[in-house]
């Protein structure tokens, strides 16, 4: 089974900061890696697919990358409204999905 | 409007039963793949379980596999999760999600889950 793993679990920026988040898999996926983001009390909403392109309606501060088994997230002008826990997520071709464990962002 | 509303949560005592529901609208139930995502008090997301769209295939997370069965009714748009000898550990809010195939042209990227339930929540407890 492929394993992901999240770096860092949490953090703390300032309005207006970049934020990077990193995803690795155990295994090459290709490119077959999402981002969600999660605000307290509410379900996920999906961010990022394909490990770089952006969902609809998702405001362009927000990207994706890497191929393989690295993958990185970036908020690069920090909200308040991006406080929430980020996950990356990997399908296989049995529609089995693997959740990594999350980032907590907070704002300073 | 799409539409995803789960049910029959509750508190559970170890080793007993308990199935959910999710009610589906706004879509063509009979076109997408189905998932069970769960989510324990302050943690991570766990996915739990998935069921194609024609129900022919079923596969489960190995912390489930062999006490937690899906399902689902295309006559009625209702996705189910049968819980059965529950444990402690079980306990989380329930998310009924639909699954969308990722593809742009001839490109594919997988899966992801494009709508959520609102969750419901199941205490296993004595």
Known sequence: ?108 | QVHLVESGGGVVQPGRSLRLSCSASGFTFNSCAMHWVRQAPGKGLDWVAVIWDDGTNKYYADSVEGRFTVSRDTSESTLYLQMSSLRAEDTAVYYCARDRKLCSGDTCYGEAIDIWGQGTMVTVSS
Not at chain 1, 42 to 56: C, F, K, V
Not at chain 1, 82 to 104: E, M, V, W
């Open chain 1, 1 to 108: 089974d492929i394993q992901m793993t999240q770096s860092p679990s949490s953090l703390s920026a300032s309005v207006g900061d970049r934020v990077t988040i990193t995803c690795q898999a155990s295994q090459d996926i290709n490119n077959y890696l999402n981002w969600y983001q999660q605000k307290p009390g509410r379900a996920p909403n999906l961010l990022i697919y394909g490990a770089s392109n952006l969902e609809t309606g998702v405001p362009s501060r927000f990207s994706g990358s890497g191929s393989g088994t690295d993958f990185t997230f970036v908020i690069s002008d920090l909200q308040p409204e991006d406080i929430a826990t980020y996950y990356c997520q990997h399908s296989d071709n049995l529609l089995r999905f693997t959740f990594g464990p999350g980032t907590k962002v907070d704002v300073k």
